[in-house]
């Protein structure tokens, strides 16, 4: 089966640093993935990861233990315009050429507060 | 950055009535996507499609459903007819070959009534 776990909710203070855990249970693995996604808006694309360790990219960074099923994207700097959703998502082992789908948890709702 | 775009942006429909929801992929992108998000609730895969043939469709992606690249440049996803629990926001979403960045258009509202 699948299972993406991540937080529900969280609130943070602006110019703070904030981490964002998500575990998962898949039956296959091909890469993980960090989406933002304002309310009513489309995900747009944060980070991926699929080797073990972490990438960094501006104020966010995204790290991956495959052995654990675990991932956290850490915001720096937090800012008032990061208050949004962040998805985890993971892209499962696709069938013959394909590479897989997205497979998302259910979202961390993420308030950034003054 | 280029863009995925999505028509229309909202549509409002009878249960039991055909809809259309188009997409236009970014150029030179080969892989496309459907994907769905009931209000307060996760995204949802439905299908991809790759090389004119559905790649893979999840447990959603039923008979009511069809996709197609009618004239190699638009890509639909066909809802045969409606149910009150076909009401979400549905996303078209077009990956580059070899590219992991999966891009979202801003997605249809579709309506159920």
């Known amino acids: 089966g699948q299972n993406i776990d991540q937080p529900t909710e969280m609130t943070a203070t602006e110019g703070a640093i904030v981490q964002i855990n998500c575990t998962y249970q898949t039956s296959g693995f091909n890469g993980l993935f960090w989406y933002q996604q304002h309310a009513g808006e489309a995900p747009t694309f944060l980070s991926y990861?699929?080797?073990?360790g972490l990438e960094e990219k501006g104020r966010f960074s995204s790290f991956l233990s495959r052995s654990k099923g675990y991932s956290y994207l850490l915001l720096k700097e937090l800012q008032m315009k990061d208050s949004a959703s962040y998805l985890c998502a993971v892209r499962d082992k696709g069938n013959g050429g394909s590479q897989g789908n997205l497979i998302f948890g259910k979202g961390t709702k993420l308030s950034v507060k003054p | 950055e280029p863009e995925v775009t999505q028509t229309p942006s909202h549509q409002v429909t009878q249960m039991g009535q055909e809809v259309i929801l188009r997409c236009v992929p970014i150029?030179?992108?080969?892989?496309f996507y459907w994907y769905r998000q009931i209000l307060g609730q996760k995204v949802e895969f439905l299908v991809s499609?790759?090389?004119?043939?559905?790649?893979?469709k999840s447990e959603i992606f039923d008979d009511q459903f069809s996709v197609e690249r009618p004239d190699g440049s638009n890509f639909t996803l066909k809802i045969r007819s409606t149910k009150l629990e076909d009401s979400a926001m549905y996303f078209c979403a077009t990956r580059d070959s070899g590219r992991e960045k999966l891009f979202f258009g801003s997605g249809t509202q579709l309506s159920v009534l």
């Open positions: 990861n699929v080797l073990d």
């Open positions: 150029s030179n992108h080969l892989y």
């Open positions: 499609f790759y090389n004119n043939e559905i790649s893979e």
